[in-house]
């Protein structure tokens, strides 16, 4: 044992009696290490009085630097400790369309490097047809693509269904309304994904069978964005379900409504990977954290 940590333990249990007993040497063998400590430093660190021992101001010092040094020495530990409990460093890349990246991979990922901190995520956008290739071309590990993919070549794991509710901004004029269906969408001023967006090919759809022709303000990919000019602008949106949390409407003072016609409308979001990532171990334990954590939250 160093002859600092000693000297904290003398201080600790104010009698060299008492720390010789907790450190299982002799006295004489535990005066001796002080004073090579005194020695070493050349400083007097006690004032003795009889039995008892008084700190002197340079031994306050080194009690405080002894704290310091053993604060460090345990962080270092448990630091450690929570190396080896968690492995060697790793890395995962996952695709993922920018309205994915958005409602459904901030809560996945804390949630997995919560597990799993030494893991190097590295995040790459693009729409769903585009991180389907990626997966395929094993340019990344893992894709989480709104919508199941059937291909020979790739895996896909369901991970929750989702549908579209439409969000309207404080005094809408459809607030009041008892019951709202798709034909009050037919020519409503409204903010809408950009074209090409898997949301938006939705939407598209219903708006096809339904034959609604609303007054498309603006295309924007971002559900910030979109939030945040429905507000402004006093014009309605469609967003899907799960991105929807209840801080974000109360801050925004949003209203959110519910059409059967769009409940009826489901996307299921899914996870898909290649036969390559399927015999790596780093990218199954996320398939494996991924399917967990929805299946306990959805």
């Not at 160093?2 to 060299?16: D, H, P, R, T």
């Not at 492995?87 to 996945?108: F, H, R």
């Not at 794991?157 to 008892?178: K, M, Q, Y």
Request: glycine share 4%; proline share 3%; aromatic share 6%.
């Amino acid at each position: 044992m160093e002859l600092l940590e000693v000297f904290a333990i003398v201080v600790e249990q104010v009698s060299l009696n008492k720390a010789s007993q907790l450190l299982n040497i002799s006295q004489p063998a535990l005066s001796r290490k002080i004073m090579k400590l005194e020695d070493e430093l050349g400083v007097e660190l006690f004032i003795r009085k009889g039995k008892r021992l008084e700190l002197t101001k340079a031994g306050q010092i080194c009690y405080d630097h002894a704290l310091e040094k053993r604060h460090l020495e345990r962080k270092f530990k448990q630091a450690l400790h929570s190396y080896k409990a968690a492995g060697s460093l790793s890395s995962l890349t996952i695709g993922a369309s920018l309205t994915t990246l958005q409602s459904t991979l901030p809560d996945l990922i804390t949630d997995y490097l919560r597990d799993y901190p030494l893991t190097d995520i590295k995040l790459l956008t693009g729409k769903t047809h585009e991180i389907v290739s990626l997966v395929k071309d094993n340019k990344v590990d893992i894709g989480i693509v709104a919508s199941q993919i059937n291909a020979t070549s790739l895996h896909c794991e369901p991970l929750f269904d989702d549908h579209l509710s439409l969000v309207l901004p404080s005094g809408h004029p459809l607030i009041d309304r008892a019951e709202i269906t798709m034909k009050d969408l037919n020519d409503l001023p409204m903010i809408l994904f950009s074209k090409g967006t898997w949301y938006r090919i939705l939407m598209d759809e219903l708006f096809n069978r339904f034959t609604i022709f609303p007054n498309v303000q603006m295309e924007i990919d971002s559900f910030e964005a979109i939030i945040r000019l429905v507000s402004t602008c006093k014009t309605a949106t469609l967003l899907p379900k799960s991105y929807l949390r209840e801080d974000l409407i109360q801050n925004n003072e949003l209203i959110l409504r519910e059409l059967q016609e769009l409940e009826q409308t489901k996307r299921t979001t899914s996870l898909i990977y290649s036969d390559h990532s399927a015999d790596n171990a780093e990218s199954m334990k996320f398939v494996a954290q991924a399917i967990n954590y929805f299946a306990k939250h959805r």
